[in-house]
């Protein structure tokens, strides 16, 4: 059975709310799905999916590397829990190239979260730039030498290479095939590796029948219930 975590970015409101969540409790679905949703929902999120006693596992976009003080408009990883959270995304493409987020600051909310007990979904994916002058790889090495000595299970990694985010090009089969061989090889073979980068509930299938693919993290197409339920459907 294969993952898939959609993540609504800076988007939807608590209609889709309220759309979302009961089409797939309806629809019988837990633990392999899981959902990163803007902070301000969290609460109703886990209120909608404890009343249902559903499973699936409801996530945040980003958390502090800090655990309490001074650090105002900041969440804190024990803070995502006492509301219900046990996923985080970290590093996702679009915080580490509009907010800054180095390295390090990722390693510290790395930390953080494995440190709260939550579980990291840790992005990592090369830019066009990159891959054009044939680094891809070795920044790949660097991003997952903050993972050694973590248990696999964990966290888990989700490849999102920057160029097919948000932007309708999805990545070959043999490109996400030979980069989750990569970070397998590098990682561990029991490392869980989701594909994340334009996926849709038409090369849904595409992407989820490769052996190297565990699951799949959906940005966009997760803000319609129908169209993530029918990607759900596939992976199930
Ligand atoms: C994402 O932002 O994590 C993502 C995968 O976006 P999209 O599916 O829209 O490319």
New binding site residues.
Partial sequence: MKTVIG?W?MNGNIDLLHEVVPTLVQEGLGSTVGLCLPYPYLGAAHLLLREAQSGIKLGAQNVSEHPSGGHTGEISAGMLKEFGCRLVLIG?P?RRSMYGETREVTARKLHAALDAGLYPVYCVGETLAQRESGKAHQQMVDELSLLAGVPTDRFAIAY?PSW????GVTATAADISEMHGFIKDVLGAGTRVLY????KAHNAAQVLCLGSVDGV?????ALSASEFLSICRIAD
């Fill in positions: 993540n970015k996702h679009e999102e097919a985010i948000g932007g994340g980068g334009s996926v993290l959906v940005g966009n197409a």
